[in-house]
């Protein structure tokens, strides 16, 4: 397609998109004369407003109830019941202490075993298969219980509240916005203010650098307000921007209660936190994950956390041939001192990012308590699911290897010893931390059939509500009864049509009965079911039935599962199988699973690994193109909509006139230094750059000859041959000025994406964190001007290609 057809192609689809995005409202509603219905007015209308009467009723905003309570929701990430001071951790939590001891501390609170399924609960109060959220965004499919969208049958904790006079902030973690929703041209309907947050300011992924984060501030991407040389760390800026939003919202109406969801990015990889706050841990984790896992156990049932009696489960509880290697846990007596050395590190960093957020969280409790809004400001304060596996087991300087299936390898990651939770890292402790964290329960996030992925901290506190202090909570509870609980406390109740849509009842019970219940009171909760990356289990009265599940038995064949059956109400842990003394228990409990699959679009279950899944091609308001044109002087391009030139041939093509005979800078860059590419001009010559995983060396391309000012069109070609042994990319890389080779070589490509974190494609600077150490971000392109960068995947030889680049570069 020549470049006019393709412009007028694109303007013909803008206008497609338009004409979908602007349907029409609904009309009023009439009376049988066609006279418009005013409901609630009880004015009157005359000719002349004099001879008329107003009535404000229908037009004045719905105030909150008398006393309703401020709410603070604080939600970290991947933290098992074993890591926080609170429940007897290593980890010192100083604000989350203060809260406890002014609240109440609950032993038996779940999750999902994933972040987006429980945190759509938390939204909506609706189990996440109701919400279209079976796991992660990214891992979405054509299913109802899996589509990654909400559904219009379920309304938002946040919509209610705004409804009913309060203010809504949304801080922090997102990571329920489709990903090809993520993307400064796409719909915003699942965006936080359009599900009923006045106000947003965070990251729309999964996860995202702690120095160099990817930010929105309500419906617009914006850049870090400074760098990390002056300081800068998200979790330093959520805080600054919540006291923010709370001193304008006190500023200009103090009587208005209000809802706030603080979710920094810890504790979820990367670990990242300054030097000095990782020193505070030196030594204390010297003992090894096996060690720490029998201490903790002990300290909670010391604190009460934990029934005397409690037994430590495996680290390893399923057998070698049936668990996926990235999940092993290898013991600490095994290791080398190098590597007890490291790991040891890995732990005291993220234990230090733990703090070090929890002192920012401190700050808007400060503000609180100084504008003497903490009395009735309810607290809660949690994590999504349990501690992370994904540093596979021998930890990670680049999270990102998981995710493309990608070993780690030793030597490479103590090469990094000294500058771990620098933004020289993407780093992750290996999975025995993820097993200590999650003590005393098997297995760790993901694993929804073991409570080591769904048992998580859960503490409430609200001076004016609560008359107990510093007290304990056994009842067993799940992430869908906390928006049951927050409508009990605010007088409100969920919609049963809404827009016109009739909603899904809600999964979950109010909790608000603890508050004044003893510790060892009776449950309200009933049941609840369990079910992530093909892992499941049913708890039902105390009883808990779990599905052994192993992708590399054979993938699929659920039907060949064994459950296993735990008295949870008796047995913690679960660490007594009783399947064969009651076979009538198990079979009530598996039949149960059934009924709630049923009932919650759990079918079909999808056990396919990282790289299958996060590989699905989704609908989008954009088909997938061969040719792909990108302009200067625009937003980064998320990965989830940018040109996908994973596991295939591709070419870049670039027109640029160059002007100073000095000219530099980036001219096409997408990701970062933990994996992407990146086309630039130094010292007068042309590069590319593959960065693959961040991976020393660099695979570098540099033009054999120098460039003078004039009109060029510059780029590259990769041409696949083959698959290496991990499921990298194999081929010959071309470097071209013109239709002159001037560099080639041998190259590797990532199987799967640069970088949860997003880094989007840029054109003419690279945001955020450097692809390549040969510029520094942001490297503006400067001594010349882009018209245009092409990315092609589309097969065709590049000399093809170049000649109509060509011919659009003299055009202008």
């Known amino acids: 397609m020549k470049p006019k057809q393709l412009l007028l192609s694109l303007a013909c689809s803008l206008c497609v998109f338009m004409a979908h995005a602007s349907e029409e409202s609904p009309a009023p509603a009439v009376d049988d004369m066609g006279i418009p219905v005013n409901a609630g007015f009880q004015g009157t209308m005359e000719l002349d407003v004099r001879d008329s009467k107003a009535d404000w009723t229908p037009f004045t905003p719905k105030k909150a109830k008398e006393g309703s309570p401020n709410i603070l929701f604080v939600l970290y990430d991947d ?121 947003f300011y965070g990251f729309l992924g999964g996860e995202t650098n702690n120095w160099y984060p990817d930010l929105v501030e309500d419906n617009r991407f914006i850049d870090a307000p400074y760098s990390p040389e002056d300081g800068y760390h998200l979790s330093k800026d959520l805080a600054d921007q919540a006291i923010k939003m ?16 603080f979710n920094p990015g ?162 992750h402790y290996p999975t025995g931390w993820a097993s200590a964290f999650s003590a005393p329960f098997k297995m760790f996030k993901r694993y929804s059939q073991f409570a080591g992925g769904t048992a998580d901290p859960l503490i409430i506190s609200w001076p004016k509500g609560i008359k107990a202090r510093g007290e304990i909570r056994h009842q067993y509870h799940h992430s869908v009864d906390i928006v049951p609980t927050i409508l009990e406390i605010t007088g409100n109740e969920m919609p049963k049509v809404n827009h016109g849509v009739e909603q899904y009842p809600l999964s979950g019970v109010s909790m608000v009965y603890t508050f004044d219940a003893k510790p060892d009171d009776p449950t309200q909760k009933k049941v609840q079911y369990y079910s992530m990356l093909g892992t499941r289990g049913i708890w ?32 913690r842990s679960e660490s007594k199988n009783l399947a064969k003394e009651n076979p009538e228990k198990l079979k009530e409990l598996v039949d149960t699973w059934f009924e709630e699959a049923r009932k919650n679009n759990v079918l079909p279950l999808d056990d396919r690994s990282a790289a299958e899944v996060l590989g699905i091609e989704r609908p989008s308001e954009e088909a997938p193109r061969d040719t792909y044109v990108y302009y200067p002087d625009t937003a980064p391009v998320p990965e989830g ?40 001009l130094k010292d007068k010559k042309l590069y590319y750059v593959y960065n693959f995983l961040g991976i020393q060396p660099e695979q570098v391309f540099e033009s054999s000859e120098e460039l003078k000012p004039g009109k060029y069109t510059l780029g590259m070609a990769f041409e696949k041959t083959g698959t290496g042994e991990n499921g990298e990319i194999l081929g010959k890389t071309q470097l071209y000025i013109n239709d002159k080779e001037v560099a080639s070589g041998e190259m590797k490509t990532q199987p799967a994406k640069f970088t949860l974190s997003g880094d989007g494609l840029c054109v003419g600077y690279d945001s955020g964190d450097a692809v390549s150490a040969l510029y520094k971000s942001p490297g503006d392109f400067k001594g010349g001007v882009i018209q245009a960068v092409g990315v092609s995947v589309s097969g065709q030889p590049y000399k093809n290609l170049e000649l109509e680049a060509k011919r659009m570069l003299m055009q202008h």
């Open 641 to 680: 909509v940018a040109v996908n030139i994973r596991g295939r041939s591709y070419k870049i093509l670039a027109n640029v006139e160059i002007k100073d005979e000095n000219a530099s800078g980036v001219i096409f860059a997408h990701g970062s230094r933990f994996g992407g590419h990146s086309l630039f």
């Open 246 to 261: 709370l001193r304008n919202q006190n500023a200009t109406n103090p009587s208005k209660p209000w809802y706030m969801w």
């Open 79 to 199: 933290t098992g019941l074993g890591a926080w001071s609170p429940y007897g951790g290593r980890i010192n939590m100083p604000t989350l202490d203060r809260i406890a001891q002014n609240g109440l501390t609950y032993t038996q609170w779940h999750t999902t075993a994933l972040c987006s399924p429980t945190r759509s609960t938390l939204l909506t109060g609706r189990n996440h298969h109701l919400n279209g959220m079976a796991a992660i965004t990214e891992a979405a499919n054509g299913f109802p219980g899996a589509s990654g969208r909400f559904p219009d049958q379920v309304t938002t904790i946040a919509e209610v509240l705004r409804n009913n006079g309060y203010s809504t902030f949304w801080i922090g973690k997102n990571h329920n916005v489709p990903e090809q929703d993520v993307a400064p041209g796409a719909t915003r309907k699942e965006w936080p203010t359009q599900q009923g947050f006045d106000r």
């Open 540 to 571: 039902k009265d105390g009883w808990k039935a779990s599905a052994i599940h192993s992708p590399l038995t054979g993938h699929g064949q659920f039907d060949k599962d064994e459950w296993e059956l735990y008295h949870v109400a008796v047995d």
């Open 266 to 427: 810890a504790n979820h990889a990367p670990h990242h936190v300054a030097k000095e706050w990782s020193d505070k841990y030196k030594g204390k984790f010297d003992d090894g994950y096996d060690a720490y896992r029998e201490w903790v156990t002990q300290k909670m049932i010391e604190k009460g956390i934990l029934p005397e009696g409690t037994v430590n489960t495996p680290m390893n509880p399923m057998p070698k041939d049936q668990a996926n290697p990235a999940d092993h846990v290898r013991p600490w007596n095994t290791l080398s001192d190098d590597e007890k050395k490291l790991f040891a590190r890995m732990a005291e960093v993220y234990a230090g990012f733990s703090e070090y957020t929890d002192a920012q969280v401190g700050r808007i409790i400060d503000y609180l308590e100084e504008t003497k809004q903490l009395e009735n400001t309810i607290i809660i304060y949690a994590a999504d699911n349990g501690a992370s596996g994904e540093g596979t087991e021998n930890g990670s300087v680049n999270e990102n290897k998981f995710f493309n299936n990608y070993p780690d390898d030793i030597k490479e990651n103590l090469k990094y010893l000294d500058s771990l939770g620098s933004p020289d890292t993407y780093n």
